[in-house]
């Protein structure tokens, strides 16, 4: 079955270093997600991205986040400048619609900054 | 806006026994819902989602989940509990209109005594 896959599962990072973080969707797959859970917390939604563009996106997606898809099959998420809270789970997703197609979560990339 | 509030952080059952995991939501529009699981070291996997047909759903690996507007409920359950199930489980609901932004309960860790 197709996969959502992060790279890496695991980023440390210095405080005020910019993070690239990697997601390969699923190939027909047409809307694209990033979600972050903290240690403890809630997953939360980070932005959704269709056509080559955001579609929606939390107050958590400040300026500091950008996402990108560079090629027909990477969708990246940088965050520009990290902070000691952005430390987190971050899960890419993918699904065939925007409608209830389900959505198709990567493992993660668990994000360490210190 | 929604919300979802799932009863119990950690539950605990002996194998063969009967899983109900609790989930309540708030939506102020009939809301699509969804569970999902989180195996160790793995990507959220979707189990179920109610989507406006059938008030029970069927899922994965003989789950199922009730959805009763009444109780703004959507708890899940299993009849009988095998080792394997071990895992934590997501509440999710999301507005039909709002493009798969999913709002996520806390979680509910499911350990199953041998």
């Known amino acids: 079955e197709p996969e959502v896959t992060q790279t890496p599962s695991h980023q440390v990072t210095q405080m005020g270093q910019e993070v690239i973080l990697r997601c390969v969707p699923i190939?027909?797959?047409?809307?694209f997600y990033w979600y972050r859970q903290i240690l403890g917390q809630k997953v939360e939604f980070l932005v959704s991205?269709?056509?080559?563009?955001?579609?929606?996106k939390s107050e958590i997606f400040d300026d500091q986040f950008s996402v990108e898809r560079p090629d027909g099959s990477n969708f990246t998420l940088k965050i520009r400048s990290t902070k000691l809270e952005d430390s987190a789970m971050y899960f890419c997703?993918?699904?065939?619609?925007?409608?209830?197609?389900?959505?198709?979560f990567g493992n993660g990339t668990r994000l360490t900054v210190t | 806006a929604q919300s979802v509030t799932q009863l119990g952080s950690h539950v605990s059952v002996s194998e063969g026994a009967l899983v109900l995991l609790r989930c309540n939501y708030s939506?102020?529009?009939?809301?699509?819902l969804f569970w999902y699981v989180q195996y160790p070291n793995q990507g959220l996997q979707l189990l179920l989602k109610?989507?406006?047909?059938?008030?029970l759903v069927k899922g994965i690996n003989g789950f199922e989940a009730e959805f009763k507007k009444s109780e703004t409920s959507f708890h899940l359950t299993k009849p009988s509990a095998h080792m394997s199930d071990a895992a934590e489980y997501f509440c999710a609901v999301s507005d039909p209109q709002g493009a798969q932004k999913l709002v996520f309960g806390q979680g509910t860790r499911l350990t199953i005594n041998p």
């Open positions: 997703a993918s699904s065939e619609a925007g409608d209830n197609s389900p959505l198709h």
């Open positions: 991205f269709y056509n080559n563009e955001i579609s929606e």
């Open positions: 190939s027909n797959h047409l809307y």
């Open positions: 109610y989507t406006s047909a059938a008030t």
């Open positions: 939506s102020s529009v009939p809301p699509y």
